[in-house]
């Protein structure tokens, strides 16, 4: 039986432990494409149980949609070079940041249901960076 088509994404990538990076960069894939498709189709409902502004959660919604292609693009490379995934993992740092600093933008009166939605995912969003700076570090 051959097994080199169990084992390509992470022999391709030149190290076993490319598997983990791989894997994180899926689950941020997904979650993230939910989470754009969720701000997107129901804009209007959420805004008003966030107490945040439509028009910020359909542009949000549209800038995961571009984020969503970028890791779908990364995950159809044999090898995840670290650079790519450097790039992936400041992204995820900087939207942490901004979405904890959104609660104290100026303007910004999110309702108690709002402020969780944007922890919680500005937590899920570190996990991934965390994960995929495990992954990354394992690649040397």
Same mark, same amino acid.
Request: hydrophobic fraction near 65%.
């Given at each position: 039986?051959?097994?080199t088509a169990y084992t390509a994404? /992470?022999?391709a990538a030149g190290h076993a432990d490319a598997t983990l990076l791989r894997r994180a960069l899926q689950l941020d894939a %997904? $979650?993230?494409?939910?989470?754009a498709i969720a701000l997107l189709v129901f804009t209007t409902p959420l805004s008003g149980w966030f107490g945040l502004p439509a028009a910020l959660l359909g542009a949000v919604g549209f800038v995961l949609v571009a984020f969503v292609a970028l890791l779908a693009w990364l995950l159809t490379r044999p090898r995840i070079g670290p650079r790519w995934a450097w790039a992936v993992i400041a992204i995820n740092a900087l939207w942490v940041v901004d979405s904890v600093a959104l609660l #104290?933008?100026? +303007?910004?009166?999110?309702? %108690?249901? +709002? $402020? $969780? #939605? %944007?922890? $919680?995912? /500005?937590? &899920? %969003? &570190?996990? #991934? /960076?965390v994960l995929q700076w495990i992954g990354? @570090? @394992?690649?040397r």
């Amino acid at each position: 039986m051959n097994t080199t088509a169990y084992t390509a994404p /992470a022999a391709a990538a030149g190290h076993a432990d490319a598997t983990l990076l791989r894997r994180a960069l899926q689950l941020d894939a %997904v $979650a993230t494409g939910a989470t754009a498709i969720a701000l997107l189709v129901f804009t209007t409902p959420l805004s008003g149980w966030f107490g945040l502004p439509a028009a910020l959660l359909g542009a949000v919604g549209f800038v995961l949609v571009a984020f969503v292609a970028l890791l779908a693009w990364l995950l159809t490379r044999p090898r995840i070079g670290p650079r790519w995934a450097w790039a992936v993992i400041a992204i995820n740092a900087l939207w942490v940041v901004d979405s904890v600093a959104l609660l #104290f933008w100026p +303007g910004i009166d999110a309702t %108690v249901l +709002g $402020a $969780a #939605f %944007v922890l $919680a995912q /500005a937590g &899920a %969003v &570190a996990l #991934f /960076a965390v994960l995929q700076w495990i992954g990354v @570090r @394992r690649l040397r």
